[in-house]
């Protein structure tokens, strides 16, 4: 297996590199890197403009730094975490069945591996409203919603 290292590349290096496209809805870009009946897998890249939005899936759903910056991923069930990945200290999360998550880069760019077993089935975003009324109680939660 050959390495691949993404130090030193812009976001527009990386989104071409692996092909990525704009994930309508969530934000952020992405590409299919395997999917079967037993699961799922994507690269997903967050640029500044574009995070991953508050959402929840039917799936456990781990995310995994690659490459570039260290990435703020939250998680708000009854209460709310914030766990910062990078290549220095956590590498991966994951992220039970309906849990509420959103993530962003703390940086010019991060990229993860992200894979769900069972499969990806639909995903719920949450409305600002929502979003909205969490900031009240946890002042220190991001806004991640697009509008």
């Known amino acids: 297996m050959s390495s691949l290292n993404l130090d030193g ?64 991923l939250h998680i708000k069930q009854e ?22 998550m959103a993530a962003e880069t703390l940086g010019a760019w991060s990229l993860v591996l992200c894979f769900l077993a069972p499969p990806f089935s639909e995903m719920e975003l949450a409305p600002a409203e929502l979003v909205d009324s969490w900031v009240k109680d946890f002042s220190e939660l991001p806004r991640l919603v697009h509008e």
């Open 9 to 72: 590349l812009s976001a527009e290096q990386v989104i071409e590199r692996f092909a990525l496209l704009p994930l309508e809805g969530e934000g952020g870009y992405f590409s299919l890197v395997q999917r079967d009946e037993h699961g799922n897998a994507i690269y997903f890249l967050m640029t500044p403009g574009q995070f991953s939005a508050w959402h929840r899936l039917k799936e456990r759903e781990t995310w995994v730094l690659i490459g570039g910056d260290p990435l703020a």
């Open 79 to 100: 209460s709310y975490e914030r766990v910062e990945l990078s290549r220095h200290g956590e590498l991966a999360a994951s992220i039970a069945p309906g849990e509420w």
